[in-house]
């Protein structure tokens, strides 16, 4: 019996029954729009191939990014990288929500601005920077609603907490101001930093509701 075209592209022949279509695609249609277009499930078997045995490509850019990403953060403490991972996971969840979608130089100066509040809060003075841009002001926003979150959770320990938080949004900032220069990407040079988040975090992850122990974890 001849396979019927995908459903997808209509070119290829429909070799691989799709868990989230419910009809059976192509195998490069599964292969290129798995967890962008197509809402793979986590129990997918070849999504689970695919995690065990990544493509020689994929694997080159993982290690692309790591080289870039590392450097960076190497300086972090284990909290420090932990409020790192919190903060990317939440800009990334703002920045799918919005429309126009931010730029690295957004996410950068959103991080600034508020890693500068933290800091001068440090001092004794309660002074919110705000960055200049609106689509850097919303992002801005919402990482402040969630640190004050954090920090009523923290009680005595939120000291410490602000302390780590500015650090960790010191090193995202970094990384989001150099990711144009130094790992650009190639549909959009302005967005390079986001595109690596997004594929470090992966694209399904969204923001921990509740506390940083929950972060994603960035796939190496």
Request: charged share 25%; proline share 6%; hydrophobic share 45%.
């Amino acid at each position: 019996m001849t396979k019927p075209d995908c459903v997808l592209c209509g070119s290829r022949k429909a070799k691989r029954a799709c868990p989230a279509l419910g009809r059976d695609i192509c195998p490069v249609c599964c292969a290129t729009k798995r967890r962008t277009e197509i809402a793979c499930p986590d129990d997918c078997a070849y999504l689970s191939i695919s995690r065990a045995h990544p493509a020689a490509a994929i694997q080159r850019q993982q290690a692309r990014d790591m080289g870039f990403l590392v450097p960076r953060i190497a300086h972090l403490g284990e909290a420090q990288y932990r409020l790192f991972l919190y903060s990317v996971a939440l800009l990334l969840q703002q920045a799918r929500a919005v429309v126009p979608s931010p730029l690295d130089a957004d996410v950068a100066d959103a991080a600034a601005s508020v890693a500068a509040t933290l800091e001068t809060a440090g001092k004794g003075i309660i002074y919110e920077h705000r960055p200049a841009s609106l689509p850097a002001q919303r992002l801005a926003s919402e990482l402040g609603t969630a640190i004050a979150e954090l920090a009523k959770k923290a009680g005595a320990e939120t000291a410490r907490l602000e302390r780590d938080l500015a650090v960790a949004l010191r090193a995202l900032e970094r990384a989001a101001r150099e990711a144009k220069h130094e790992a650009a990407d190639a549909a959009n040079a302005d967005a390079s930093w986001l595109a690596m988040a997004n594929r470090m975090m992966g694209a399904s992850q969204t923001a921990p509701a509740e506390k940083p122990a929950d972060e994603p974890r960035i796939i190496i």
